[in-house]
């Protein structure tokens, strides 16, 4: 072995394989890190004392810590009435979408359909537009059908954004599965909407858990919408709720952080929930039959 290769397989006296570890493990902790430190921050000044948060130098550990903000914004705030609202919206575009975006889906990936990745483009095309572009129109079409402070306004659009790309991805899903199940199926005398929920559904129950979920954090998030079609705290979702926090003189940041935690908590355990469908749905398909 030359003094090249002998150097090669050696560095600092360790075998290359153990930089490898080393360096995947770094690389993977920095990662956790990147994506952590703002729930971590967050989680930290939620559980500070005011004078802490506004003091010069700022505090990494809640030291003394307070649960003063999370009390605040559910006592004061009445931030439960925005959760609920929230989940109410949120559920109920996830199923629209599901239960509509699978339809469609199966129609255009398991049926003989004339032009069917013309009309993906163009429900692809749809999603495309500017919602800044859009939002007016759509507040003054709302108005007039006296649906402005109502959870129907907002499920409404949501799931028309949403659509799109619940179709495409359940789309590729289906059109993954080889047709002889189908055929099969028929043989024994099912139909259409008989192969959907028996067979291609339970079959493709990765990819619908992983673009329900996608569906419902977007819904969950989603701020302009809710901001322009909502005004009382009957119907308002999280994001408006945590945004009608700041007034004209002061920003509360701990009831802000406390907030933004107990509304991640949530997304947290749903992903923890679902971990493995939503795995093997991100790689359900990688490997072609």
């Not at 570890?21 to 990147?34: C, E, Q, R, S, T």
């Not at 921050?41 to 809640?62: C, G, I, R």
């Not at 903000?69 to 979408?97: E, P």
């Not at 005004?231 to 933004?260: K, R």
Request: charged letters at 10%; one cysteine or more.
């Amino acid at each position: 072995m030359t003094p090249l290769s002998a150097m090669r397989g050696r560095l600092l006296g360790l075998p290359v394989w153990v930089w490898r570890g080393v360096l995947l493990h770094a690389g993977a902790l920095f990662i956790v890190a990147w994506s952590a430190g703002p729930f971590l921050w967050q989680l930290s000044t939620s559980l500070q004392e005011d004078k802490a948060l506004v003091a010069e130098t700022p505090s990494w550990l809640p030291i003394p810590a307070t649960l003063v903000h999370f009390v605040n914004i559910f006592t004061v705030k009445q931030f439960q009435l925005y959760l609920l609202n929230s989940v109410i919206v949120a559920g109920a575009t996830t199923l629209f979408c599901l239960v509509l975006g699978a339809l469609a889906a199966f129609a255009l990936a398991r049926l003989d359909i004339k032009g069917r990745f013309g009309i993906l483009g163009l429900i692809l095309s749809i999603s495309m537009f500017p919602q800044i572009a859009i939002v007016a129109p759509l507040y003054l079409l709302a108005a007039s059908m006296e649906l402005l402070d109502t959870y129907t306004v907002l499920v409404v659009v949501y799931v028309a954004l949403g659509l799109p790309l619940v179709i495409w991805v359940l789309f590729g899903y289906f059109h993954s599965i080889p047709r002889e199940i189908d055929d099969a199926a028929r043989m024994d005398g099912a139909g259409p909407l008989t192969i959907l929920f028996r067979v291609t559904l339970p079959m493709s129950l990765p990819g619908v858990v992983t673009t329900g979920l996608l569906g419902f954090i977007a819904a969950w998030n989603e701020f302009m919408f809710a901001l322009a079609f909502t005004s009382d705290i009957a119907t308002q979702t999280v994001p408006v709720g945590i945004a009608n926090f700041t007034n004209l003189y002061y920003v509360p940041w701990g009831d802000i952080a406390a907030a933004s935690v107990v509304v991640t908590v949530p997304l947290v355990l749903l992903v923890l929930a679902f971990q493995r469908h939503i795995i093997a749905g991100l790689t359900q398909g990688a490997v072609k039959e």
